[in-house]
């Protein structure tokens, strides 16, 4: 299995314009958690869904933010406009839903995010 | 509200010299307490979970233990190459979703 795959793995960008970051889960795992880790605050949950459909985006920072799930293959997390302040590493996960011990959730490797 | 703490925020080590991280915990309901290692410039891997207190994992020189309000990740006669950030996150009864501590950053010395 391959894994969790993440791309890009680092972007550098301008404040004002917009990043997509992308996520292929795991093959069969049908949840899917984007995350934000930064050294203040460490590893945040942003947003997760449950077979495609956003199950709790509370952790979204602002309307700036916003997360889709097409089908069970690819998610995609948008900024736009970005900010410095979202300068960060983005991390996807995915789990199977369901009892122990299905609910582990497996990350990627990341992407780096620098808004200049 | 549901909260994880991990103490001591970072700690160095002799090869050899064992130690312990300490994850204190409040949650409506547990549903897992999990631990993850963390390389510079890479994703969390997983390491253990755990369901019940009183319950133990084991992998070559780790050992977690879990109690009804905190766990405690036992590393033995450690090794240069077990240097990383080691995360404890929860889970919650009826959620999917992990609440994650800010990690202990461990330096093992040769």
């Known amino acids: 299995d391959a894994g969790v795959i993440q791309s890009p793995r680092h972007e550098v960008t301008e404040m004002g314009q917009e990043v997509t970051l992308r996520c292929k889960p795991i093959s069969g795992h049908n949840s899917l958690f984007w995350y934000r880790q930064t050294m203040m605050r460490g590893l945040e949950l942003l947003i997760y869904f449950n077979n495609n459909v956003p199950i709790d985006d509370s952790g979204m920072p602002e309307d700036r933010f916003s997360a889709k799930m097409p089908n069970a293959s690819f998610s995609t997390l948008k900024i736009q406009p970005s900010e410095p302040r979202d300068s960060a590493v983005y991390f996807c996960a995915s789990s199977s839903r369901g009892g122990p011990p299905q609910n582990i959730q497996y990350f990627g490797a990341g992407t780096r995010l620098s808004v200049l | 509200e549901d909260q994880v703490t991990q103490s001591p925020e970072a700690l160095r080590l002799q090869e050899g010299e064992s130690s312990s991280l300490n994850c204190s915990y409040t949650?409506?309901?547990?549903?897992?307490l999990f631990w993850y290692r963390q390389d510079p410039g890479k994703g969390p891997e997983f390491l253990f979970t755990?369901?019940?207190a009183g319950e133990e994992k084991e992998k070559e020189r780790l050992k977690a233990t879990l109690t009804k309000k905190e766990s405690f990740l036992h590393i033995t006669a450690p090794k240069p190459e077990d240097s990383a950030t080691y995360l404890c996150a929860v889970q919650a009864s009826g959620t999917y979703k992990y609440i994650f501590g800010t990690g202990t950053r461990l330096k093992v010395l040769a």
């Open positions: 755990l369901y019940s």
């Open positions: 949650v409506s309901g547990l549903r897992g």
